[in-house]
Structure formats: structure tokens, C-alpha cells
């Protein structure tokens, strides 16, 4: 294809035509590592793009400002990475992996996000200048892929919005946009950023939630820490249904076999329970009944195999009745658990026919 360029633009298309494939194994590198190192750390992100820029936009940034470029060298986007965080703490977190990964041409790197003034909004990213350093990969064959540069950004989702915006709308339309547009588009970007700071701030606070339950569950102080998902599933790692488990597993010498006790949440919840503490009176005030109920329900049985979740089951089977909630209330307990059915009613008159028998 011919192109509208000087001879010293058609000599850097050229080596860019001769290279292509090596820029293409460069992106493969990239893109897997960056992949892998965001695995291995545990990360999530919202997005991972590379690309290797097409011959004709190549040949079109020459056209306009080739002077600039002695060599094919000198262009440090014609491969091209982006990870987008969900996050604004992640970006940092991301640019110090990508360090370790890939080595970094300070001089050339730049972050946006300090680029602006304390009153102006608008584009914010992170943009590194790297190479593939030899430790990583290495070909002799193919020197130049540790020699030609690429481009990382890295920036949250809410920032590439913004971004994706401007430059549909502004920044290559060929068009001079008038102020008023572009002043609501920064209005805009400053929404944006209150959003990822605001974002960034909750999950901050959730996190320092979750420590300090732990902490209060580590240390037994139940009374304070509310019920809900996150300190429900705190609570069962310090198995407090182990010691009831146990003892009616010895009925017929079971093997205990684990279940999901978070699915009974909803139930404690409708039955008013609203700390850890109450699920703590719970297990020693019905373990007894809990356990002559285990009997009734087991013994002339030979199963041999017992659900984990039966003694959390029994416990409030126990409370229900001994609250006068009779069948009624065992029904709405186990709709709540697994699910409105028709066998719920035969299981919760079974349950409190097997109740009756015992001395509660």
C-alpha cells in the first residue's frame, strides 16, 4: 500500500513491516505475563488489552509528526498493554508488579494522574515505557524484542471510561469540539474521580469491617459483632458445632460428613438471632435437646454417615419448639433454608412428632 511519506518515514515503516512479527511475539510475551503475575498475586482485575499498532495507523502518526521519530526505536507505542483495576489503590499495585516484571524507562514514563492542577479534571492514567528485560526472554536470533519499547497504562475502569469518551469525542474527531462540550466532559471526569475515590474509600472500610470482626471472633467477644455473611463464615472457622457434631456421630459410630452451613444463615436471621452471641446461647441452652433429638431421629437406624449441618439443624429445631413455634414455625424455618416445598411440611411433622417423644 502507498502511503504519503518521505523517504525517511518509508525507511521507518519499512523496519516496522520487516519486524511485524516480532512485535507480535512481544505482545504474546506481554500479555502472559502480565497475565501470570496478576494471577500469582492474587489479583482481579477488570481488564488486560494488548495490541500491536495496525501498519496503517502507523503510517498515518508518521504522515503527521514523523520528523520526530530517527528510528523505528524511537516509537514506544507500537506495542501497546493496558490493565484496567477496579480500584484506584490497584493502579500503584499493578505498576510496582509490572516493575518487576519488565524493565522500566523512567525518563520516558509518566503518570497522569499528576499531571493535572488541584482544579482542573480530566484525563488520569499510569503509562510505563518498558522493555523485555533478557531474565524474562531471549531469543539471539531475534535481539530487537529486547530492544524495541512498548507502552503499559494502567488505569481503573471508571478512568478508561472517561478516557474512551474523550477520545471518541474529542481528542481524534477531526473536529474542534466547542468549550461547553468539553467543559461537561470534565465535569464528567471529576464525577468519575469522586466515584473511584468513594469506591476506593468504602472497600477500605469494609476491609477494616472485616478485620476488626475477626479480631472480636478470635477473641470470643460475640456479644459484639452482629450477624451477617462476613462474621457468620468467621464464626464457623472456629467450628462451634464441632463438640455437638461429634457426640451425635458416636449414636451409630458415623463418619461425619461436611455441609454447607452458611445456607442456615437466613434461617437464624428470621428467627431473630442478631450476634454471634445469640447463636453462642443458642448451642448452650439447646445442645441437650439438640442430642435426645439425634438419638430419636438415629438410633435403630444403621446410617452410618451424618450431615455435618444436623447439629446446627437440631439446635434450632429445639429453640423453635421450646418458643411454641410447633410445626408451623419448623415449616417457615425449613422453607427458609432450602427452599418452599410440600416436603417441608411432612419433614416438619415428622420432626415434631420425633420432638414430642423427648423431655424437653
Known amino acids: 500500500m502507498n502511503y504519503n511519506l518521505d523517504l525517511h518515514c518509508q525507511m521507518i515503516l519499512e523496519e516496522y513491516q520487516e519486524n511485524y512479527d516480532s512485535f507480535l511475539k512481544m505482545e504474546e510475551i506481554v500479555r502472559n505475563s502480565l497475565e501470570q503475575c496478576i494471577k500469582d498475586n492474587g489479583l482481579y482485575v477488570n481488564a488486560i488489552e494488548t495490541r500491536v499498532k495496525k501498519e496503517k495507523s502507523l503510517a498515518g502518526k508518521l504522515e503527521l509528526k514523523g520528523h520526530k521519530y530517527a528510528m523505528l ?41 499528576k499531571a493535572l492542577d488541584l482544579d482542573q479534571f480530566g484525563y ?27 507502552e503499559i497504562q494502567m488505569r481503573t475502569a471508571l478512568q478508561h471510561v472517561w478516557a474512551t469518551m474523550y477520545h471518541d469525542t474529542g481528542y481524534k474527531s477531526g473536529i474542534e469540539v466547542p468549550k461547553e462540550h468539553l467543559r461537561n466532559l470534565n465535569r464528567i471526569a471529576g464525577m468519575l474521580e469522586l466515584a473511584d475515590e468513594q469506591f476506593s474509600r468504602i472497600r477500605m472500610e ?20 452482629p450477624l451477617d ?20 456421630a458416636t449414636i451409630n459410630q458415623a463418619e461425619i460428613c461436611e455441609d454447607n452451613l452458611i445456607r442456615y444463615l437466613g434461617g437464624l436471621l ?91
Not at 490493565?83 to 516493575?99: C, H, M, Q, R, W
Not at 531474565?135 to 530492544?147: F, R
Not at 455473611?229 to 461429634?246: A, E, N
Open 206 to 225: 469494609i476491609t477494616d469491617y472485616r478485620r476488626s470482626v475477626q479480631s472480636l471472633v478470635a477473641d470470643g467477644n460475640f456479644d459484639e459483632v
Open 124 to 150: 488520569m492514567s499510569l503509562h510505563y515505557i518498558c522493555r523485555i528485560p533478557k531474565a524474562l526472554y531471549e531469543d539471539p536470533a531475534h535481539p530487537e524484542i529486547n530492544d524495541y519499547r512498548f
Open 73 to 113: 526505536s524511537d516509537l514506544t507505542d507500537i506495542l501497546g498493554a493496558r490493565v484496567i483495576t477496579f480500584y484506584t489503590d490497584e493502579v500503584d499495585k499493578i505498576g510496582a508488579l509490572i516493575n518487576k516484571i519488565f524493565d522500566i524507562d523512567w525518563n520516558e514514563s509518566v503518570d497522569k494522574r
Open 270 to 360: 428470621k428467627l431473630n438471632f442478631k450476634t454471634l452471641g445469640d447463636i453462642e446461647r443458642l448451642i448452650k441452652e439447646n445442645s441437650d435437646g439438640a442430642y435426645k433429638l439425634a438419638l430419636t431421629q438415629l438410633a435403630g437406624t444403621d446410617l452410618d454417615i451424618v450431615a455435618l449441618s444436623l447439629a446446627l439443624q437440631n439446635l434450632c429445631v429445639i429453640h423453635i419448639i421450646r418458643q411454641g413455634g410447633g410445626e408451623m414455625g419448623l415449616k417457615f424455618f425449613y422453607d427458609t433454608v432450602f427452599g418452599e416445598s410440600e416436603y417441608n411440611t411432612q419433614r416438619a411433622h415428622r420432626t415434631f412428632e420425633q420432638a414430642e417423644k423427648i423431655n424437653l
Open 229 to 248: 455473611g462476613d462474621t457468620f463464615r468467621s464464626y464457623l472457622s472456629l467450628f462451634p458445632f464441632k463438640k455437638l457434631i461429634d457426640k451425635i
